[in-house]
T-cell receptor, first 110, second 116 residues
Framework: DAKTTQPTSMDCAEGRAANLPCNHSTISGNEYVYWYRQIHSQGPQYIIHGLKNNETNEMASLIITEDRKSSTLILPHATLRDTAVYYCIVRITGFQKLVFGTGTRLLVSP | NAGVMQNPRHLVRRRGQEARLRCSPMKGHSHVYWYRQLPEEGLKFMVYLQKENIIDESGMPKERFSAEFPKEGPSILRIQQVVRGDSAAYFC??????????????FGPGTRLTVT
């Protein structure tokens, strides 16, 4: 079962930052936070992951609280193509299965 | 570098027939995962394979479903005697060998199976 809690849906205006929260209060010390997204019926796409430090790549930034019980995925300038379901997943890095919850459905509007 | 390839993209089978879904991992990847997404539901893990070995099949239905990843060729997910409840999108993902990256999985476009 998924060990994360995310809002069911969020809206964001095009060009604005999208901040997607995730609660993972039972995360253990060796578990990473991964983010994936699924754009309408396509295969899920890896976005970013982190352990305890904030991370940034070309797609997004990941902010993890100091106690590691929650995190926020930030899309700095959302576009219409960012409309998707975003999944926050915790797992021990390694060849482990991904356990998808219900995710957050992000709608980016003009 | 080509991504994960799956074929066919769409497959229609009648009840009782067999379905074979193929997955070619990304170049250099030796780990393959299969996931299923039922209509209007989330993705569920089915099986994790390395070359010639099944590592974790905890998500595979006990009957009619099997998977393989031979030494040569693509990974195959086989569903025997399909029923309407097998209609779903089946996604394959691959990841590189240990030490190459942080084990993120890269997904293919999926095979949409429709059982009539």
């Amino acid at each position: 079962d998924a060990k994360t809690t995310q809002p069911t849906s969020m809206d964001c205006a095009e060009g604005r930052a999208a901040n997607l929260p995730c609660n993972h209060s039972t995360i253990s010390g060796n578990e990473y936070v991964y983010w994936y997204r699924q754009i309408h019926s396509q295969g899920p796409q890896y976005i970013i992951h982190g352990l305890k430090n904030n991370e940034t790549n070309e797609m997004a930034s990941l902010i993890i609280t100091e106690d590691r019980k929650s995190s926020t995925l930030i899309l700095p300038h959302a576009t219409l193509r960012d409309t998707a379901v975003y999944y926050c997943i915790v797992r021990i890095t390694g060849f482990q299965k991904l356990v998808f919850g219900t995710g957050t459905r992000l709608l980016v509007s003009p | 570098n080509a991504g994960v390839m799956q074929n066919p993209r769409h497959l229609v089978r009648r009840r009782g027939q067999e379905a074979r879904l193929r997955c070619s991992p990304m170049k250099g990847h030796s780990h393959v995962y299969w996931y299923r997404q039922l209509p209007e539901e989330g993705l569920k893990f089915m099986v994790y394979l390395q070359k010639e070995n099944i590592i974790d099949e905890s998500g595979m239905p006990k009957e009619r479903f099997s998977a393989e990843f031979p030494k040569e060729g693509p990974s195959i997910l086989r569903i025997q005697q399909v029923v309407r409840g097998d209609s779903a999108a089946y996604f394959c993902a691959s990841s590189p060998p240990a030490g190459i990256s942080s084990y993120e999985q890269y997904f293919g476009p999926g095979t949409r199976l429709t059982v009539t």
